[in-house]
């Protein structure tokens, strides 16, 4: 047997999951999304990777199924392709959500730290803080120091999904991946900072942090991540009824534990 005919046969016992981990491998070469994006659509003829993760995944599945009955054959194949997709959905979603997360705790920082230096340069050295001052200054630092929970709970939940589905192995691009691990490491100097500040002035102390909150709202993502990118599987596998009815349960849940953050921060700017 020829090495191509040798390779060829390996890829064909691959499993859904090592499947999506070969692809993860080659987009991950590219450093970033777009750049990955721009070799799919300057390649002749363009080929969407999703197209070319189903076909193999039926072949695989045919494969390993050839000589049996054939509704336990069309069974595995309609198998192997949920579980394809469905990763192929939560490596995107994984992706997406954690740029538009870094946009956002972007924007953020620079809200909280501009309010933190005008806070500190119109305090005058001649006058004790007043109350609107400790409190304004209270509320800087705990929204810094939800804003560094949000981020550690968004990586706790991304590990999470990493082991269940995709062997551990990383989901996000390393140009996303390195800039998830800066903005991280500013909210916190800027949390410490806040908190600091806040010492010093006699704020009173925060609230004491709950052990099992970062771990709670992780669980929270865990969801948010892993039931849309099932419902878009199903949906792309012509499965409306069982994607309508994964995506009303997650959003039935996401409203339960809805977590009012807008409306604290809007309390925080409005004063």
């Known amino acids: 047997m020829t090495l191509s005919r040798r390779v060829a046969k390996l890829e064909q016992s691959l499993s859904p999951t090592q ?10 070469a590219f450093g970033d999304v777009a750049p990955y994006v721009a070799s799919l659509l300057a390649a ?20 390993a199924n050839r000589g049996k009955r054939s509704e336990l054959g069309d069974a595995a194949v309609r198998s192997a392709l949920r579980e394809t997709v469905f990763r192929f959905e939560l490596v995107m979603r994984i992706n997406v959500t954690t740029h538009e997360l870094l946009d956002r705790e972007f924007l953020l920082e620079a809200v909280f730290a501009s309010q933190l230096a ?6 005058s050295k001649e006058r004790l803080p007043d109350e609107s001052y400790l409190n304004r200054l209270g509320q800087c630092r705990d929204l810094t120091l939800q804003r560094v929970d949000e981020l550690l709970a968004n990586q706790e ?12 192995h990383p989901a996000l691009f390393p140009d996303v991946a390195t800039a998830f691990d800066k903005q991280l490491r500013v909210s916190q100097e ?16 925060a609230e004491p942090d709950d052990p099992e909150a970062v771990n709670l709202r992780a669980s929270q993502l865990v969801a948010d991540l892993v039931g849309p990118a099932k419902a878009e599987a199903l949906d792309k596998l012509g499965e409306g009824v069982r994607a309508l009815g ?26």
């Not at 999506?20 to 080659?26: G, I, K, N, S």
């Not at 005008?118 to 305090?123: A, H, K």
């Not at 939940?157 to 551990?168: F, H, K, N, P």
């Not at 800027?190 to 102390?205: H, Y």
Request: charge should be negative; include cysteine.
């Open 19 to 28: 499947l999506v981990l070969r692809w993860l491998a080659e987009a991950h």
């Open 44 to 63: 002749d003829p363009p080929v969407a990777p999703l197209d070319r993760l189903a076909r193999e995944a039926i072949r695989g599945a045919r494969t």
């Open 118 to 123: 005008m806070l500190l340069s119109n305090q």
């Open 157 to 168: 939940a991304r590990s999470t999904v990493e082991a269940r589905y995709l062997d551990g």
């Open 190 to 205: 800027l949390a410490v900072m806040a908190t600091r500040c806040s010492e010093l002035d006699s704020v009173p102390p």
């Open 246 to 271: 994964i995506a009303t349960d997650w959003l039935q849940a996401k409203f339960r534990n809805n977590v009012s953050f807008g409306s604290l921060l809007h309390e925080a700017v409005e004063n």
